[in-house]
């Protein structure tokens, strides 16, 4: 079974950077056919999709939030992360990693149990 | 940030049918396929159906997709009162080059 938990702090000082890993279990990162892929939700907003990775390092973001996001895999840990740069009290929210499968885009099979992360001093 | 359009909130009776509508474009939904997630807050959104009408292993034959033009629905027959969270349709993007999500639709079983 594919399992997906994100990892990372819970609470990032705005202008700073946020951080998160995505591990992958019964699946790996490295297989072709397959996105990697960073999902957010604000309290009482819907989903947003933030972006995604491929195993070859392809990439594609959102272009809202394209100038601040940069999305890594590391095949040897079986991981794949998100760093959102000078971030703000906007982007307080759960977020979720997801794999999506290729070339269907916006199909995302599996998804992690969501981090909550939130922006303050 | 476009958002493709759902009603904030539907309701039914046990055992009705309830229908949740997602309206899109051309650059979306008139191009590509439809895919609707089911969320109960705290927890990982549940695909439910994928292409527009087919439902993955394990989704009961309650839970329908349709799609025409730049719209598409979801329609729950036999509602039960688990059926209650979040709905939320999804499509790629060709001129975001990006996936879009609807803004969500709060079911509540009455």
């Known amino acids: 079974q594919v399992q997906l938990q994100e990892s990372g702090p819970g609470l990032v000082k705005p202008s700073q950077t946020l951080s998160l890993t995505c591990t992958v279990s019964g699946a790996s990162v490295s297989k072709t056919g397959y996105y990697w892929t960073w999902i957010r939700q604000a309290a009482g907003k819907g989903l947003e999709w933030i972006g995604r990775?491929?195993?070859?390092?392809?990439?594609d973001y959102n272009p809202s939030l394209k100038s601040r996001v940069t999305m890594s895999v590391d095949r040897s840990t079986n991981q794949f992360s998100l760093n959102l740069r000078s971030v703000t009290a906007a982007d307080t929210a759960v977020y979720y990693c997801?794999?999506?499968?290729?070339?269907?885009?916006?199909?995302?099979?599996?998804w992690g149990q969501g981090a909550r992360v939130t922006v303050s001093s | 940030q476009s958002l493709l359009t759902q009603p904030p909130s539907a309701s039914g009776t046990p055992g009705q049918r309830v229908t949740i509508s997602c309206s899109g474009s051309?650059?979306?939904?008139?191009?590509?396929?439809v895919y609707w997630y089911q969320h109960l807050p705290g927890t990982a959104p549940k695909p439910l159906i994928y292409m527009n009408n087919q439902r993955p292993s394990g989704v009961p034959d309650r839970f329908s997709g349709s799609k025409s033009g730049t719209s598409a629905s979801l329609a729950i027959s036999g509602l039960r009162s688990d059926d209650e969270a979040d709905y939320y349709c999804a499509a790629w993007d060709d001129s975001l080059k990006g996936v879009l999500f609807g803004g969500g639709t709060k079911l509540t079983v009455l």
């Open positions: 051309s650059s979306n939904i008139g191009s590509n396929y």
């Open positions: 990775i491929y195993t070859n390092g392809a990439n």
């Open positions: 997801a794999r999506e499968l290729w070339p269907s885009s916006a199909r995302l099979d599996f």
